[in-house]
């Protein structure tokens, strides 16, 4: 009896001292500086510094954090691979923490490019599933958690608050309700042109309206590798959308300059809503101060709202967009452990909050609703909520590698049938044989 008491007695033991180990081999033990590489440009400087600041200067394992601005989301893609490949060579290093476009963790997740963070987020009880289910799906991969959700936005439509409120416009819920919206919102002139469109589809990108789309059963890149943009449903809603442009209810914004343009013509009055993304509310409520400071009583309220959901009123989604944080696998023990701190410390619901405010993006931490600032920065970003309250319907994007390739080919189609009266049948038929060939390619 003894003996068996001795036996569990040591097994406990054993037990406690696994465990013990598991929960330092994250620990940080020593002082160590490490680089953070980001994309994020000068204006953001002073942000970036205060936080940056906060954490190495409350630290307690000695940690200094040293920022490297990188470039464009691409730009830095291109030399954290060149920097990763290098390091596995015994030639080179790569930072301990980096950021990249929500577009990237799946490419990362396949190639081994990304610190398996499961194991981190077990040894500090850190409560992932706080981002919600869409969010952690867009930061995982294979069922394991490689990045963490960063800076996140998703499509929306941006429109002028204002003038709902006082014409009696209320904004489309569902695609079905979007031509009742269009007649109510846009404003003729006298000879029959538009002066206000009621809305303006953002087609330098395909994933401002890609949604409209998807949430109706037409996916640019199915599951099995094939495409859906000449099926019947396809064919139904470009010609419904080529209708409105013809119209004058709407406008494909396409080539050089649309962008720009876009926001302008909203801001000036020209058009009622546009398709855009939510990381870009403090851009247009700053443009509307800055183009009526000398004529307040002309300036609107910019209103955020959710992009219209299926016909079958059951289907919302959204796409993840913005950027992720993630620690590279060809990192060292020492350096992933201090990264781990810095990222749970930027994923940090007052830090979430912080830097969400400072660059229009949104919080993506359920937990931030709890903290008393939130309520000032709803009173002063008001539109954000229904963006945040929708969060768990954000999704990934889709993965196929040559999804891009795909995607930007249906793009310049419907500018093709949307801009210069191409027919819509046609048009898709045509482009299917031509994603599909890429996809067979690829």
Known sequence: MKKIVALLLAAVMLMSLTGALAATEYDVNEPITIEWWHAHESQFDEYIEYMVNKFNT??????????????????????????????REGAGTVPAICCCNTSYPAGYGAAGLCEVLDPYIE??????????????????????????????????MYYNKTAAEAEGIEMPKTLDEMEDFLIKATIFNEDGTTARYGTVFGGWDYWYHEMLFKNNGVQIVTEEG???????????????????????YAYYAYGSGASSNMRD???????????????????????????????????????????????????????????????????????????WQFMMFMTSAEINLYWADKTGYFPTRASVKALPEYQ???????????????????????????????????????????????????????????????????
């Open 123 to 156: 040894a500090f009880d850190y409560d992932v599933e706080d981002f919600g289910e869409g969010l952690v799906l867009s930061t995982s991969f294979d069922g394991e958690q490689i990045c963490l959700p960063y800076l996140i936005s998703t499509q929306c």
């Open 226 to 248: 094939t495409t859906d943009v000449n099926s019947e449903q396809s064919i139904a809603i470009n010609t419904k959308i080529k209708e409105w442009i013809d119209k004058g």
């Open 265 to 339: 013509l909203f801001v000036a009055g020209g058009a009622f809503s546009v398709f855009h993304t939510s990381s870009l509310y403090t851009t247009y409520t700053g443009k509307v101060e800055t183009k009526y400071a000398d004529n307040p009583e002309n300036a609107f309220e910019v209103g955020m709202a959710w992009l219209p959901g299926g016909y079958d009123h059951e289907s919302f989604k959204s796409e993840v967009g913005g950027s992720c944080i993630f620690i590279p696998a060809s990192a060292t023990q020492a350096e992933k452990n201090a990264a």
């Open 58 to 87: 409350e630290n307690p394992y000695g940690i200094t954090v040293v920022p490297v601005y990188k470039g464009s989301y691409t730009e830095i893609n291109e030399q954290f691979i060149a920097a990763d490949a290098a390091a």
């Open 376 to 442: 000032e920065y709803l009173e002063r970003k008001p539109a954000m909520a229904d963006i945040i309250n929708n969060a768990a319907w954000i999704n990934p994007r889709n993965q196929n590698p040559a999804y891009d390739t795909c995607a930007t080919l249906w793009r310049h189609a419907l500018a093709t049938i949307y801009n210069e009266g191409a027919d819509v049948t046609e048009t898709l038929n045509a482009l299917a044989v031509e994603i599909q060939e890429t996809l067979d390619a690829n």
